[in-house]
């Protein structure tokens, strides 16, 4: 078989591998002082730069992948919480990992251009919104989330994490996520 029908089709296992790790590395890199490096992430990952050109040609690609992962993972999250805990409950524990996900957002739109947050800014609004969706339709089911309670509501009141620096959200977050949750609760009788 030739080289050339070898490459074609799913990547091989070694460069998801060295794609994996290359988005690890830049998701921990982003959150240091200055400018994202591409040769510090390739050192990070202990590979060559030329391999990390071949994932991601700009550092705006790179950026872009590491917030659309974010994305995906928080979206993917709120399922799988449903599918383990009470419809309030998935709630509280996903907006745990929106705070993750809001370090990772500022970090990335501080380090692309207005055209990249842009676009960034649309994959996530989207998907995002829908998962809230699925987790407020699950509590107006069982009663445990306010009737009333809408999807734009939880983006409004959830979209100032990403402006915190890192001490205050650690400091305020979990209790704001907190009372955030028991304005959805619905009254009990």
């Not at 794609?19 to 040769?39: F, K, Q, S, T």
């Not at 207005?114 to 919104?129: K, Q």
């Not at 999807?151 to 915190?164: A, F, G, H, P």
Request: charged content about 30%; glycine content about 6%; overall charge neutral.
């Amino acid at each position: 078989m030739s080289a050339s029908v070898k490459g074609v089709g799913a990547p091989r296992a070694d460069a998801r591998r060295n794609r994996e790790r290359i988005l690890r590395a830049a998701r921990e890199l982003v959150h240091e002082p200055g400018e994202l490096r591409l040769n510090a992430v390739a050192k990070a990952c202990g590979i060559g730069q030329g391999t990390l050109y071949r994932h991601f040609p700009t550092r705006e690609d790179l950026l872009a992948e590491v917030y659309r992962r974010e994305v995906d993972d928080l979206v993917a999250a709120a399922p799988d919480l449903l599918a383990a805990r009470p419809p309030l409950e998935a709630l509280a524990a996903w907006f745990d990992r929106v705070a993750a996900y809001a370090r990772v957002k500022r970090d990335v739109f501080a380090a692309v251009e207005a055209a990249t947050w842009r676009d960034l800014a649309a994959h996530s609004l989207g998907p995002i919104g829908e998962a809230v969706e699925v987790l407020l339709a699950a509590g107006r089911s069982d009663g445990s989330i306010r009737v009333d309670a809408e999807v734009r509501d939880v983006i409004v009141l959830i979209s100032w994490l990403s402006r915190l620096d890192d001490t205050e959200l650690d400091a305020r977050g979990p209790r704001l996520l907190s009372i955030i949750v028991d304005g959805l609760r619905a009254n009990r009788p």
